[in-house]
């Protein structure tokens, strides 16, 4: 068996997009990862196709394809044939039931660790909005002025959420 520290969290974030509002990764991505050829893992999957509804797995659209690509100052992408697949976090579980190698379960841990730390740290930003909105209206109720030394404290504090609302490798609609 493969140790999943060979592949690492930071290496799998990487390979996450949000393309229609959703998180998920590409199938010439996925492949890479599982050692295997993106028409393989894509021949599997259409071997399979009942467990892989709309909402686990979608084919990308040209524009949605051209905007990804656009990301990226130098291209390997080459010419495709057809357009990518993108795995939602449910598809990628679902193909640790369709490839049966020990190479796939092992990645397939390591991706959904990836996601759920992806969730704990959303969680995390909006736990510190919702503390900084409560701070401020306990402030404005006991009718007292905020000094110059809150207004910088706040003032940091937005600017952190901020970049943290920011989305990173957003694409498509």
């Given at each position: 068996?493969?140790?999943?520290?060979?592949?690492?969290?930071?290496?799998?974030?990487?390979?996450?997009?949000?393309?229609?509002?959703?998180?998920?990764?590409?199938?010439?991505?996925?492949?890479?990862?599982?050692?295997?050829?993106?028409?393989?893992?894509?021949?599997?999957?259409?071997?399979?196709?009942?467990?892989?509804?709309?909402?686990?797995?979608?084919?990308?659209?040209?524009?949605?394809?051209?905007?990804?690509?656009?990301?990226?100052?130098?291209?390997?992408w080459g010419g495709v044939r057809k357009m990518p697949h993108a795995f939602t976090e449910q598809?990628?579980?679902?193909?640790?039931?369709?490839?049966?190698?020990?190479?796939?379960?092992?990645?397939?841990?390591?991706?959904?660790?990836?996601?759920?730390?992806?969730?704990?740290?959303?969680?995390?930003?909006?736990?510190?909005?919702?503390?900084?909105?409560?701070?401020?209206?306990?402030?404005?109720?006991?009718?007292?002025?905020?000094?110059?030394?809150?207004?910088?404290?706040?003032?940091?504090?937005?600017?952190?959420?901020?970049?943290?609302?920011?989305?990173?490798?957003?694409?498509?609609?």
């Amino acid at each position: 068996m493969i140790k999943a520290e060979l592949i690492t969290i930071e290496q799998i974030t990487g390979k996450i997009y949000t393309i229609r509002g959703i998180k998920v990764m590409l199938d010439r991505d996925l492949a890479s990862l599982y050692e295997v050829e993106t028409r393989v893992l894509n021949q599997a999957v259409k071997r399979h196709m009942k467990r892989f509804p709309d909402d686990f797995m979608f084919q990308l659209t040209q524009q949605e394809f051209k905007n990804l690509k656009s990301q990226f100052v130098t291209s390997s992408w080459g010419g495709v044939r057809k357009m990518p697949h993108a795995f939602t976090e449910q598809g990628v579980a679902m193909l640790s039931g369709i490839l049966n190698s020990d190479r796939a379960i092992e990645v397939n841990i390591q991706i959904m660790r990836t996601f759920t730390q992806l969730r704990h740290s959303l969680l995390e930003t909006q736990d510190l909005r919702l503390a900084v909105e409560e701070l401020r209206k306990d402030l404005k109720a006991l009718n007292r002025k905020t000094d110059d030394k809150f207004k910088v404290v706040f003032s940091v504090l937005d600017k952190l959420i901020k970049e943290d609302d920011k989305p990173k490798k957003k694409i498509g609609f």
